[in-house]
Nanobody, 124 residues
């Protein structure tokens, strides 16, 4: 089973940027749709962004559209989440996940394997 490891989280100030990475353990990485989700304290985990196997099609939650960019490098088995103009409301643990569904699914039930998460804290 594929394993996912996220990295790149940290403590930043409002308006700053961060780039999260998620690296998969298998060369079959390019057979999976990838998604990013996040969970803030006291909240349920929510969808952030998803990207298809080729990297050509992306879809975002309304709260991050225009500020976050999901991308992937299949040669490196890695998916990225570039986060710009961060606000305190973006504070959460961010998770990447795999899916074999071809459409731009946002529901967690369609994602099979999850990473351990990386903490992003936005505070002045």
């Amino acid at each position: 089973q594929v394993q996912l490891v996220e990295s790149g989280g940290g403590l930043v100030q409002p308006g700053d940027s961060l780039r999260l990475s998620c690296t998969a353990s298998e060369r079959t990485f390019n057979s999976y749709r990838m998604g990013w989700f996040r969970q803030a304290p006291g909240n349920e985990r929510e969808f952030v962004a998803t990207i298809d196997r080729s990297g050509r099609a992306t879809f975002y939650a309304g709260s991050v559209k225009g500020r976050f960019t999901i991308s992937r490098d299949n040669a490196k088995n890695t998916v990225y989440l570039q986060m710009n103009n961060l606000t305190p409301e973006d504070t959460a643990v961010y998770y990447c996940a795999t899916s074999i569904v071809s459409g731009s699914v946002v529901q967690q039930k369609y994602y099979d394997t999850w990473g351990q998460g990386t903490q992003v804290t936005v505070s002045s």
